[in-house]
């Protein structure tokens, strides 16, 4: 079993800045696959990044130059940084793990980001 905390969500102003951060504990294996995803009201989750235990990322056109995922493992925590932030960026951004790209998903229990125009 992986638990997954968010942490980090809030409102902020078109333009401005957050970070979130996702802490995994329980059984974690090295090599695993983390990422955020992120849930707007009536639409479905869909990607917003993700990140390899040797450090590859995987961004969504859409954030693409604003987000930046990095990770710390010996932590097993992930982080967004989001920047130039959109009132389309509004959503319920949850977290993810798992062990590969086919292997199960474990989900955090989301933060909400707001951004106002």
């Known amino acids: 079993q992986v638990h997954l905390v968010e942490s980090g969500g809030g409102l902020v102003q078109a333009g401005g800045s957050l970070r979130l951060s996702c802490a995994a504990s329980?059984?974690?294996?090295?090599?695993?696959?983390m990422g955020w995803y992120r849930q707007a009201p009536g639409k479905q989750r869909d990607l917003v990044a993700t990140?390899?235990?040797?450090?590859?990322?995987n961004y969504a056109d859409s954030v693409k130059g604003r987000f930046t995922i990095s990770r710390d493992n010996a932590e097993n925590t992930v982080y967004l940084q989001m920047n130039s932030l959109k009132p389309e960026d509004t959503a319920v951004y949850y977290c993810n793990y798992r062990i590969s790209r086919s292997g199960y998903p474990y989900w955090g229990q989301g933060t909400q980001v707001t951004v106002s125009s």
């Open positions: 990140i390899t235990g040797g450090g590859s990322t």
């Open positions: 329980g059984t974690i294996f090295s090599g695993n696959i």
